[in-house]
């Protein structure tokens, strides 16, 4: 086991955290980002497997938040305003009349504090950072945490720990994409993905969930039995359409929460473990085209994220998991990604 760091990009840190089987994680003290995930394929062969930029300077304004940690509240909050305890909160608004993925200052760009440890089995990077009151518009000062562990069967987990001192919606995530062909020209369309998918959240034309909750049976959104992704990609129903050709929905999970995804060329299988209500699921189908990346030019539908949170659609409708913390609880979520 072993963790390096580096200054890069003459402000920022990148840490390396590296196990005995060849499996490497990078991650920037910017943003939580993580730029690259080194994992073995069926032959041994050790191949990055998330979309990252080239250029470090392309995380300073990163809209398609590649490998960002997002927050305090990550998706679409509608008309970027909520009540909370007989309050009206107006939100930083960064798309449109709406608030997006914690607001134009988000997680997602900002430099944690961090440190590391080690130990004979695992190594761990921890990111701390205080979101002041009223930062973006949400109420409290909330101290939050996220450690990233990297194990020597091949895991890598994110701990997400927070705290208030106002009550405020929390909602954290990780915005990494996915490509486990490990070609980052290729596209995701073979990837098979299985959870227990019971419902979906239903979008509105600017991609803001309407409060209806719908179940999956005889849908796209039906990964109980494992789909290509391909399939849904192709589909030409209403909510494939307004996403842009693909998903970028809220699917909540039944009793399992966990999602397995599979590549067959790379015979590369990732398991999510979480103890989220749900993920969004979303194919890269706004991912702008000919970014520069480390291995080639973006083009849609390059990545898959996972992006396991409840969602903010629970502060203007019924039915959707809570996203409240009160300043008594503590926030703990967590994302474990494992390989074979
Ligand atoms: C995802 C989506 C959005 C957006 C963004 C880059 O989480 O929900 O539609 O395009 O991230």
Redesign the pocket.
């Known amino acids: 086991m072993d963790i390096t760091e580096e200054n890069v990009h003459g402000k920022w840190k990148e840490f390396i955290l590296t196990n005995d089987h060849g499996m490497s994680v990078s991650i920037l003290n910017f943003g939580g980002i993580i730029t690259n995930m080194i994992v073995p394929d069926k032959y041994g062969k050790c191949e990055n497997i998330v979309l990252g930029y080239n250029n470090y300077a392309d995380y300073e304004n990163n809209?398609?938040?590649l490998g960002a940690q997002?927050g305090r509240v990550?998706?679409?909050i509608k008309d970027g305003s909520f009540h909370l305890n007989g309050s009206h909160y107006e939100l930083a608004k960064n798309e449109g009349t709406h608030h997006?993925?914690g607001g134009p200052n988000g997680f997602h760009q900002i430099i944690w504090e961090s440190g590391t440890h080690q130990s004979e089995h695992e190594v761990n990077l921890v990111l701390t950072h205080t979101s002041k009151h009223l930062e973006n518009g949400y109420p409290g000062n909330l101290d939050i945490s996220v450690t990233y562990t990297l194990n020597n069967s091949n895991e890598l987990t994110l701990n997400y720990q927070a705290a208030s001192d106002h009550d405020t919606p929390v909602a954290l995530t990780n915005?990494t994409y996915f490509n486990l062909s490990g070609d980052m020209t290729d596209t995701v369309h073979n990837h098979r993905v299985q959870f227990d998918s019971r419902y979906f959240a239903e979008l509105d034309e600017e991609?803001i969930p309407t409060g209806k909750l719908i179940e999956t049976t005889d849908t796209p959104f039906d990964f109980r039995n494992g789909r290509l992704l391909g399939d849904g990609l192709k589909s030409e129903t209403t909510q494939q359409i307004i996403?842009?050709n693909g998903y970028?929905h809220y699917v909540m999970f039944g009793s399992e929460k966990a999602v397995t995804v599979s590549e067959n060329n790379s015979g590369r299988t990732m398991k999510i473990h979480t103890n989220a209500p749900g993920v969004?699921l979303?194919t890269a189908?706004?991912?702008d085209e000919g970014l520069k990346l480390n291995e080639g030019l973006s083009q849609k539908y390059a990545g898959v994220?996972f992006?396991a949170q409840p969602h903010p659609a629970a502060l203007h409708h019924e039915g959707f998991p809570n996203v409240i913390l009160q300043t008594e609880e503590k926030y703990h979520s967590y994302i474990k990604y494992s390989f074979e």
């Open positions: 809209t398609n938040y997002i990550a998706s679409r997006l993925h915005h991609l996403a842009g970028d969004v979303y189908n706004g991912l994220c992006e």
